[in-house]
């Protein structure tokens, strides 16, 4: 958030995919494999205070969130469970990690701290939900749900309360990030196009 560093993925082969993490001037601080054969990391994330790179990666038959320190070493392990870990995302106050899970069957939200106690399911819908991301006062989660039939950007409070649907399309919403503590950013398609657009969302 502050742009002294930033992370991305880069194809290194056929369906490989590697993380590179570099400081604010350029200079490469990590380039990351993700091992032999078919695999790559996905969705990294950084951490406030710039110890750690969160990101997702398949291994042991199930996809796990792990984290390194910004020059790649020091390799933990952040959730392990049954089914797809994706998406995670800090809290800018530094003090949880959401992300979303397969575990139960079907994709939900899930908070927990950042040593990965106190485990907590946020949502409870019939549908995907995914792509959870932190307003910038650490209050509130925007996240990306298909409870109602196709993707649409919900809000909730960040202990999971107050769950409320902020666009409203026949087709897709999806990708929200904030531009401020009450206002979300999304990826919005429309005829056949791709464009971004804002909502104003009740703190």
């Known amino acids: 958030a502050d742009g002294r560093m930033f992370a991305f993925l880069r194809t290194s082969g056929t369906l490989r995919v590697n993380l590179v993490i570099r400081d604010e ?42 984290a390194v320190r910004p020059d790649g070493t020091a390799r933990a392990t952040l959730v392990d469970s049954p089914g797809i870990n994706n998406w995670p995302t800090f809290s800018p106050d530094g003090s949880h990690v959401a992300f979303a899970s397969s575990r139960e069957g079907d994709f939900e939200i899930y908070s927990m701290r950042v040593d990965g106690s106190e485990l907590q399911r946020l949502t409870h819908s019939p549908g995907q939900d995914i792509r959870p991301r932190f307003s910038p006062d650490s209050r509130q989660i925007a996240f990306t749900s298909h409870r109602d039939g196709n993707a649409e950007i919900y809000v909730m409070q960040a202990d999971g309360t107050r769950v409320r649907r902020v666009t409203d399309s026949s087709e897709r919403d999806d990708y929200p990030d904030w531009l401020a503590p009450n206002r979300v950013v999304y990826a919005a398609e429309q005829g056949g196009r791709h464009d971004l657009f804002a909502v104003t969302v009740e703190p």
């Open 25 to 66: 001037a350029g200079a490469t601080l990590a380039d990351i494999p993700p091992g032999p054969g078919v695999s790559g990391m996905r969705s990294p994330a950084i951490a406030p205070d710039h110890a750690r790179v969160a990101y997702s990666f398949a291994e042991g038959g199930r996809q796990q969130l792990f």
